[in-house]
Nanobody
Framework: QVELAESGGGLVQAGGSLRLSCAASGRTDRTYTMGWFRQAPGKEREFVAAIVGAAWPHYADSVKGRFTISINSARDTLSLQMNSLKPEDTAVYYC????????????????WGQGTQVTISS
């Protein structure tokens, strides 16, 4: 069992930055992939970024060059640095962990956090 808790969401103007964090506890040694997904009202949950084996990052095309995913050495804190934010980045952001290697597929993730709201104003 793995427990995940997101933090760092908030309201910022377009062009600004936010850094999201995800605290992981429990049997984190059994997770191989950790990632971030987001869901806006009326839309499906979409992939944002993931890191496989704590070494190989993956990004959605919409955030490449703007977002950076990272994990600390203890592998208990996943971060997402978000720069040059746009109104279309507005969504609830979820942290997730998987025991498999399929970073872009929501159904491959076994554990999810409660989400943190990110709102970007014009």
């Amino acid at each position: 069992q793995v427990e995940l808790a997101e933090s760092g969401g908030g309201l910022v103007q377009a062009g600004g930055s936010l850094r999201l964090s995800c605290a992981a506890s429990g049997r984190t040694d059994r997770t191989y992939t950790m990632g971030w997904f987001r869901q806006a009202p009326g839309k499906e949950r979409e992939f944002v970024a993931a890191i496989v084996g704590a070494a190989w990052p993956h990004y959605a095309d919409s955030v490449k060059g703007r977002f950076t995913i990272s994990i600390n050495s203890a592998r208990d804190t996943l971060s997402l640095q978000m720069n040059s934010l746009k109104p279309e980045d507005t969504a609830v952001y979820y942290c997730a962990a998987s025991q498999t290697v399929a970073p872009r597929l929501p159904r491959s993730y076994d554990f999810w956090g409660q989400g943190t709201q990110v709102t970007i104003s014009s």
